[in-house]
Each structure stands twice: as structure tokens, then as C-alpha cells.
């Protein structure tokens, strides 16, 4: 199949997934906003009005931009992967009959997940500017630069999550669990400057810290980010594609047999 | 030689057992860490195959003797466990029922859907979107979702979609079956075409009678291994034979009706062939029909004799109160009469040759019993009869040359 084709085939799976994820919802598209809007209403509410959580530094911003900067991107990122994991199992009867590059299907439903919280961020972010909360929109370009590297890291491990997934079934039961423990893991809800010093450097072990940091410094001017996490983050999220494909090819040829 | 399209060296499949959940695991980490894996279950072995461009192939055996696994080799659906195939060109599959549609969708966006897997880019979709509703006929079907569609009306989308790809290889089972009378026909007209414009055909089949329609090379396998590969008439003669040693005991006594009508056909015979294999004819050969009717009351019967083309197609008929011709009187209520074609004209094909018993007065029909004709020859005339003809100049016109 040549470039050209699997292009529109790519497209088409695209246009699929979308249409899967918001004609049979009942608010239709707006579910994309509406969705990631009400856990942000719920995260503040408990952590503004129960915990009176406070960002340490005398610049510091409010915390629903605090928080907004660091969850869309969190929420691009875990959706694909989740929704990734189970889209070889899910089109078992398309694969078992047709011969496809199958990649595209993963590819496909990582771009949806992303799309439809990329533009749901900048929305947001639109809004919280209009109501003054002090976004730095000259950084947008910049943040939104970040989701590549974000978009290689979820792409390389939903690739290899999907491939295993046809093998060992409860992995996407494993992940519901294990992707809470990489967000909390991260400084999303909390400043990484409010943890005890001794703990703070292994938070740089998760590769998720890098981006909320990195949503942080362009859009809030929160906190700060060195040039060299910005190269190790773009090396770990290469190698990571990298891998994902490898483990994808080495197990594609056996999908059949396990699905 | 005409190019190669398909060849398979010592290909075969092999499924991994997998019975417990820990098997998984295992054959995961075999496969990640070895890439190999352990106990398998052979469905095919050893299969070598060559198909050409132009040639027509039909693969037949029993049910679980690998075709349909044969077949996802060819399209790729399969990796092979050993050996390899390589396929050159573009490949249209109409495996399953249904395969590749998704019932929730419209017909309109699984026909793009199918385009898109089968590499046609969008500009192109929409060049052929008219022509492939007009083959599918299903009217405003069309933008129903699929799931409401009846099978029959699934077929005739899948088959459109493929029609309209003009694929070098068409790789197809007895999906057609499902189709009505007149789609069946639509198809199978199709399908000559594509033949007689030098497309290639792979067809899996339980009907012979397809099979030596559309084919003139035939595979059999059997238990996951070639039994033979041959000119089409070879193999699947060799096939039923098979199958009747399988299933000796059964005699098919004749239909008890048939003792009770008035006038009923006791056996018939093309150049003195009773079997229900076909008798093969080269064109422009001579050919015998002969019959014998019995007759309840004794009465002389008038006997008609008609030709059609293997999907229905009617060539010629006559009958012998047409012709003032009598059938013979062998004894009491038996008659037998013959027919003899000098040169019979018809064009390479498939065609069944019917008797039917009248009343004397020749307007009643009574009984039919058919028998299959297969004409070979190379000739790439079009039609089912070559009709006398002859090229001439125009006369007072050669002052041109």
C-alpha cells in the first residue's frame, strides 16, 4: 500500500473515530468540552474551597490556571493511551477479514484523542484569559510545540500497549489503575515546590513532570524548566516511539492467531 | 508466459494452542523476547501454487481443509508460519459476508470505508461513488445503516465495491450464493467479463458447477495439503469422485412424482454420456442429444430439446411437433428420440442442455431433465453463437486503398 492510500485510510479511520465518539453521546461534540469542564468544576471546588490549596511564590497564579495548564494536557495524553490499548481487540472482525496496516488504527485513535483535547485546552485557555487569569497566550505556540513530543510518548505507548493487549487481556483493566498512580505521580494537581527536597528530583523519573512543567513555564511562567529535561524529554519520547513501533511489527504478524 | 501473479513456495499455517490464560503470557513473551513460538496446530502445509495473470483457478475440498485459510494468506489477512507467497498486483477480496463493514455505519460510508482499505484515495471514491450505488441497486438502502440490510443486499455492496476496483486478482467464495436470481446473474456476467478482459480469478466453491464455470485450472485441497492441481474437469471430477466413495451407500432413488405425471423423461444422453458430469465439446463439433420418455397412457409425446447458457440465458429450443418430426416407439409408454447439431455453433462456455416431455399437442409441460455442456476452444468472438459470417469490401469503394 503506498503512502498516498494509507493516507486516506488514515483519514477515514479518523473520521470514524470521531463520529463513534460523539454521534452516539447525547450532547453530542460537546461532551469533548463539557467532559474535561466538569472535572475541572469538581478538581477546584475540592481543592480551591475543601483544601484551600495555595501555589507557593509571590507571582504565583490562581489555581484553576494552575491546574487547567498541566490536566488537558494529562487528559490527551491518558485517553489515547486508554482508548488506544483496546483498538486491535475492538476491530478483531476488520482485521481477521481485510488486510490493513493495522498501525493506522492506533495512529487513528491517538490523533482523536488528541485533537479533541488539544482544542478543548485552547478553548479553555481562551476563556480563562477573557477572564483575566492571567494565561500568557504569547507562549501558546510553545505549549502547544510540547504536545509533539507528548503526542510521540502516548503514540510509541499505545502502540505497544494495543500489540499486547491482543495477547494478555488485562492489561486495559491494569492501566485504569496504573495511570492514576503516573498523574499523581506528577506535579498536576500540586507544585513540585511544595514537596519535601529529599523527594522532589525523582518526580523527574516520570516522564509526564516534564510536560506539566513544561505547560506551566510557557503559559503561566510557573516554575522553571532546564534546556537539558527539554532534550532528555524529546530523546525519552522518541526512544518510546521507537519502541512502540518495534514491539507493534515484532507482534503484528500474530495478531490473528490471538485474537 | 503471461506474468506471474501469484506464487507460494511451501507455504503453510500453523495456529498456536492456546488453552489456558497463562498461555498467553508465554506465547507473548516467546514472541517478544525469542520470536518464535511453541505448540502449534497445522491448518495448511506445504502448499505451492502459481497463478498467471488471465488464468482462473478454483479451490475446492471438503470444509476444513485450509481454502478460506489459503485465501488470507493470499490477501495478506495471515502471516505465513513457514514458506512464503507473494502476490503482484492489486487484490480485490470478497471473503466473507459482510467482511470489513461495520453494521453501524451507512451503506454510503462502508463503501468508503472499503474504498479507503482497498487504496483508492478520496477524488477517486467520488469519480466511482455512482457507479458503485448503480451495481449495488439497493436503492435508498443506501444510507441505512448496514445492520438493517438484509444479507443479500450486503453481498451486492461488497460485490460493487470490488466490481468497481477492477482488481488484477479477484479472490472469491461462495459469498454470491446469497444473492438473488438476477444479482447472481449480474455477477456472474460480471465476473465473465473480467475473465474475457484477461482478469485473474481466484474462487472458493462447493458448486462445481461455479467452478467449471469460472475456472479452468481447479486446486483441491485437502487436510491442509494440495491433492491435486489441474485442468478444472480433472480435479473436480476427481473431487466427487471422492466424495462419492465418501458417501457410496446413498442411492438417490428418482422422485416418486415423476412415475405419476403423464409423461416424464427416463434418461438422457449427450453424445451417449448419462453421467452428471459434464460432456466437454470442442467448438464447432458435432453433438448427439438422445432421450427416452415414458409415456403413462401410451400416448405419443412431443419432445422439446432447448439450450441455455449456464446462468439462464436461453440459446435455442425446438421441439419435435415444431419440426412435424415423431419420437420413436420403443414398447408400450416408452419413447426415445434423437437429436444431432451437424456443427454445433456455440462459443466456448458453459451451457445445459434441457429435455422436456409435451403433451402431443406440444403446450404442456411436463418434465425436465437438464444435463451440463461445456464447449472449450480459444476464440475471443463475443456472444454464445458464432453466427455464419464473412468480411467483405465495399463494393465500388476500393479507389480508397
Known sequence: MNAMSSTTLTLRFLQREFRERFTGSLSGSAWALLQPLLQLGVYSFVFVHVFKARIPGADAPGYVPFLVTALWPWTAFSEAVLRSTTVIQNNAALIGKVALPREVLVFASVCTSFAVHVAGFVAILLVLRVGNAGIALGGLPLALMSYVPLFALALGISLACAAVQVFVRDLAQLLVQLLPLMMFGAPVFYDRALLPPAVQPWLSLNPFTFYADAFRVTLLHHGSVAWSSVAIAVAVAALVLVAGIGVFRRLDAHFEDFL | ?401
Open chain 2, 1 to 401: 508466459m503471461s506474468e506471474l501473479l501469484i506464487e507460494a513456495r511451501g507455504l503453510g499455517k500453523a495456529y498456536p494452542k492456546v488453552h489456558r490464560s497463562g498461555d498467553r503470557l508465554r506465547a507473548l513473551g516467546r514472541l517478544l523476547f525469542r520470536g518464535e513460538d511453541g505448540d502449534r496446530i497445522s491448518v495448511l502445509r506445504d502448499v505451492d501454487l502459481e497463478v498467471r495473470r488471465g488464468e482462473s483457478l478454483g479451490l475446492i475440498g471438503a470444509n476444513g481443509a485450509g481454502k478460506s485459510t489459503l485465501l488470507k494468506l493470499i490477501t495478506g489477512v495471515l502471516t505465513p508460519s513457514s514458506g512464503s507467497v507473494r502476490v503482484r498486483g492489486k487484490v480485490g477480496a470478497l471473503l466473507e459476508l459482510g467482511a470489513g463493514f461495520h453494521p453501524e455505519y451507512s451503506g454510503r460510508d462502508n463503501i468508503a470505508m472499503a474504498a479507503a482499505l482497498h487504496g483508492l484515495d478520496g477524488a477517486e471514491l467520488r469519480r466511482r461513488l455512482p457507479e458503485i450505488i448503480a451495481f449495488a441497486d439497493i436503492g435508498d438502502y443506501i444510507d441505512e445503516p448496514v445492520k438493517h440490510y438484509s444479507s443479500g443486499m450486503v453481498v451486492r455492496l461488497g460485490f460493487a465495491v470490488i466490481a468497481s476496483l477492477k482488481p488484477d486478482l479477484l479472490v472469491t467464495d461462495e459469498v454470491l450464493a446469497v444473492g438473488d436470481e438476477s444479482f447472481q446473474k449480474k455477477c456472474v456476467r460480471w465476473m465473465q467479463d473480467y475473465l474475457d478482459g484477461g482478469g485473474t480469478l481466484i474462487l472458493v466453491s462447493h458448486s462445481m458447477y461455479h467452478v467449471q464455470k469460472l475456472c479452468r485450472h481447479a486446486c483441491w485441497l485437502r487436510d491442509g495439503e494440495v491433492a491435486m492441481t489441474g485442468d478444472v474437469f480433472d480435479v473436480t471430477q476427481a473431487y466427487l469422485a471422492w466424495h462419492e466413495r465418501k458417501s457410496a451407500p446413498q442411492e438417490t432413488s428418482p422422485n416418486p412424482d415423476r412415475r405419476n405425471v403423464e409423461f416424464s423423461v427416463l434418461d438422457m444422453s449427450l453424445d451417449g454420456q448419462t453421467g452428471e458430469q459434464p460432456v466437454l465439446l470442442g467448438q464447432g463439433e458435432p453433438l448427439e442429444v438422445r432421450c427416452r420418455i415414458r409415456s403413462r397412457e401410451d400416448r405419443m409425446p412431443s419432445v422439446a430439446i432447448g439450450v441455455t447458457r449456464a446462468d439462464g440465458t436461453p440459446v435455442y429450443g425446438v421441439s419435435t411437433d415444431m419440426d412435424g418430426h415423431h419420437p420413436q416407439r420403443l414398447a408400450a409408454g416408452e419413447y426415445a428420440c434423437r437429436l444431432v447439431f451437424d456443427a454445433l455453433p456455440l462459443l466456448p462456455g458453459s451451457y445445459t442442455v434441457r429435455v422436456h416431455p409435451l403433451d402431443p399437442e406440444g403446450v404442456r409441460v411436463f418434465d425436465t431433465m437438464e444435463r451440463t455442456l461445456t464447449v472449450r476452444g480459444a476464440t475471443r468472438e463475443f456472444g454464445l453463437v458464432r453466427l455464419a459470417h464473412r468480411w467483405d469490401t465495399l463494393p465500388g469503394e476500393a479507389r480508397h486503398e
